[in-house]
């Protein structure tokens, strides 16, 4: 039986693809009398006026959003740079202090459990920090994304193979809750996370960002993640809450990673 | 089911499309014109760039997207305007107002419709139903399957738009939303064969409803290596009755129109025109006021 119908099916279409090609001889190409199709691309530039009602209504919206933007949370005390440092950088060490600081009491909260340390992606700092007034529009500039915080946890052994990386790849991706110290040959010399020596048997609880763990820059260690918690706050608002709450940013490279020459 | 009377029946669908279209020839005795207008990937871009800017120098901006529409308008007032999605997301705008000034400022431009993007969906599925309420525009999408979430009946897969007399039928594809957008964002929206629901929707537009221009509004992407992920150029060979698939997605300045045989082997048009507003892609369709003739349809880009 359907066997049959596949092969009435098929007969009618042969009849179909039949009349269409009887059609397109007897009334031409097709039931309309479409001639002419032209395409081109228009660039909105300075040659079109704006719609002035449209500027107007836009205006209070623009206004606001600009006087909330450059409102002033907090106050750099220096240039708060991505490269003044070769292991770790003024910019990533108050990034990664932020999520640490910031994400911290909201897993604890939802999980009861103890975040350990941070990881970040030096690529992800997307601008500077200007001496100065620092406001929220400093933080979109840093972090145009709308990547949230998300809570890995990982056994040692990723834990290991997440330092591997970061030893590779010879960028100083931002990282907080950690010590480490390498040797002349890029060996691990010592390995402290919050205060404790590594424990290879145990597993810890890494703040990250949501991109790092879909597999963005290659943190493939985050494959093997034991859980993932998205604790559905987004990097930028982490930062936005800290600025409200401190007066000044201060943040300097230091030893949190570096290499014994 | 009777094989004689489905051909029959064929046949007498036929000859009522011949008979549409020489009704559309002889009840009218000069020539049309439809125009359609397009944006894709607006993000949320609302105000011009700087003139500083290092790639869009002094470009964009909704008032002066409103000047263009308004003079195209002018010298045709049988103009769509159209929008391939993603239209939330990328500037301030969006995390303070939540996607409602971008629809209202586009409901002011006159937009007929829009399909659905993934960043569409970056306040969550009812973050984009509660600005619904601002959009007096469609939104269309054939192949998101909304029925359990809080969509439902919000968004059509098709709709047919009358301009002087010329019936235009526009659906709307999406792209795949795992592993593009946080589950908990699109929640219960299923996702179906771009290619199957494209072919149903142009089948339905040409042969049930008529249409004499069939569009699809497509946020696939223009064009991927992967050859499993669908994309525009590939739905274009697919098709038989669509005539243009305006795209998004992937954020691809084209300096004009591609041309792509379909799978009848007639040429048809796969159009992207960017991102942020900078650019306003405009096809211009102009119809016959004679009877049928042996000429085909010549395509300029």
Redesign the interface.
């Given at each position: 039986m359907a066997k049959l119908k596949h092969f009435?099916c098929l007969?009618?279409q042969h009849?179909?693809i039949f009349?269409?090609i009887?059609?397109l001889v007897?009334?031409?190409?097709?039931?309309?009398?479409?001639?002419?199709?032209?395409?081109?691309?228009?660039?909105?530039?300075?040659a079109?006026?704006?719609?002035?009602?449209?500027?107007e209504?836009?205006l209070p919206?623009?206004e606001?959003?600009e006087s909330?933007?450059d409102s002033t949370l907090a106050y750099a005390s220096w240039d708060i740079s991505k490269t003044d440092g070769t292991y770790n950088t003024s910019a990533g060490n108050l990034m990664a202090d932020i999520i640490l600081e910031q994400a911290a009491p909201i897993f604890k909260s939802r999980t009861g459990k103890d975040l350990d340390f941070v990881l970040l992606n030096h690529g992800g700092i997307r601008s500077n920090i200007s001496k100065g007034s620092v406001s929220?529009?400093t933080a979109?500039e840093v972090m145009p994304f709308?990547n949230t915080t998300v809570v890995v946890e990982l056994s040692g052994k990723s834990v290991k193979e997440m330092l591997a990386y970061l030893i590779k790849s010879k960028r100083a991706h931002p990282v907080a809750g950690i010590q480490l110290v390498l040797d002349k040959e890029d060996r691990i010399k010592s390995l402290d996370i919050r205060g404790e020596p590594f424990d290879d048997n145990r597993n810890y609880y890494v703040a990250t960002s949501?991109y790092l763990v879909?597999g963005g820059d290659d943190m493939v260690f985050f494959k093997d993640a034991l859980e993932v918690t998205?604790i559905d706050y987004k990097i930028r608002s982490a930062m936005i809450d800290y600025f409200r709450k401190v007066d000044t940013l201060s943040p300097k490279v230091d030893l949190r990673y570096y290499k014994v020459e | 089911m009777d094989r004689r009377k489905f051909v029959s029946r064929t046949v007498a669908g036929s000859v009522m499309v011949s008979a549409g279209g020489l009704c559309l020839n002889s009840c009218t005795d000069r020539k049309k014109h439809l125009t359609v207008l397009h944006t894709n990937d607006v993000h949320s871009h609302i105000d011009p760039f700087p003139k500083n800017h290092a790639d869009f120098p002094g470009l964009g901006g909704l008032a002066r997207r409103a000047g263009l529409v308004q003079s195209i308008r002018k010298e045709n007032p049988n103009t769509l305007l159209l929008d391939a999605g993603d239209i939330f997301q990328g500037t301030p705008y969006f995390n303070f107002y939540g996607g409602e000034l971008e629809f209202k400022l586009m409901s002011k431009l006159k937009y007929d419709a829009s399909t659905i993007g993934n960043h569409d969906f970056d306040n969550g599925i009812d973050g984009l139903l509660a600005q619904l309420p601002y959009a007096s525009f469609d939104f269309l999408i054939a192949n998101y399957d909304f029925s359990n979430t809080v969509l439902d009946g919000y968004t059509k897969p098709y709709k047919t738009y009358i301009r002087d007399g010329i019936k235009v039928g526009i659906y709307g594809i999406g792209i795949r939303l795992a592993g593009l957008v946080t589950k908990n964002l699109y929640k219960e929206t299923e996702y179906l064969d771009p290619y199957e629901i494209a072919s149903d929707m142009e089948t339905l537009l040409r042969e049930t409803e008529k249409c004499d221009v069939v569009i699809c509004l497509s946020h696939l992407g223009y064009s991927y290596e992967n050859e499993n992920r669908p994309d525009d150029l590939t739905l274009a060979q697919r098709t038989r009755y669509t005539d243009l698939i305006i795209g998004g997605h992937t954020h691809t300045f084209l300096e004009r129109p591609t041309i792509v045989a379909n799978a009848v082997g007639r040429d048809i048009l796969v159009n992207q025109v960017g991102c942020f507003g900078v650019n306003l892609g405009r096809i211009d369709f102009y119809f016959d006021a004679g009877g049928p003739s042996a000429q085909g349809i010549s395509i300029s880009v």
């Open positions: 009435e007969k009618i009849f179909v009349t269409t009887l059609g007897s009334c031409s190409q097709t039931s309309r009398n479409l001639r002419k199709i032209n395409g081109i691309k228009v660039v909105v530039d300075s079109f006026a704006p719609v002035d009602s449209i500027s209504y836009i919206y623009h606001h959003v909330v933007l929220a529009r979109f709308e949501d879909s998205d | -």
